[in-house]
């Protein structure tokens, strides 16, 4: 069956660096695009970043230049690199999987998602 297992998360002072991971397991990585999702308390979750197949990349606004996403198709592993960490960036952070999905409507449309990890969180105090 399909797992996503996040992993790198922790509690970071502002301006620090963390490096997410998302282990894939259970269907066919390379041909799916990826991506990172957050949702801090109080909010509604939303896209991070995403990665295509052809590994086209697309960014939120508020992280852009900042994080990096990335793959590993012949590990099927997933990174999300987070610099310059801000407060805002205090969330829960959840790795994504779609067979169908562009990368910019991926992160546009969480309901295009078809598979979810279950979280890593991710605190930035000041």
């Known amino acids: 069956q399909v797992r996503l297992v996040e992993s790198g998360g922790g509690s970071v002072q502002a301006g620090g660096s963390l490096r997410l991971s998302c282990a894939a397991s259970?269907?066919?990585?390379?041909?799916?695009?990826m991506g990172w999702f957050r949702q801090a308390p109080g909010k509604e979750r939303e896209g991070v970043a995403t990665i295509s197949s052809d590994f086209t990349t697309n960014y939120a606004d508020s992280v852009k230049g900042r994080f990096t996403i990335s793959r590993d198709n012949a590990k099927n592993i997933l990174y999300l690199q987070m610099n310059s960490l801000k407060p805002e960036d205090t969330a829960m952070y959840y790795c994504?999987?779609?067979?169908?999905?562009?990368?910019?409507?991926?992160?546009?449309?969480?309901?295009?998602?078809?598979?979810w990890g279950h979280g890593t969180q991710v605190t930035v105090s000041s």
């Open positions: 994504a999987a779609d067979p169908f999905a562009m990368g910019w409507e991926m992160l546009r449309d969480e309901w295009r998602v078809n598979y």
């Open positions: 259970g269907f066919t990585y390379s041909a799916y695009c």
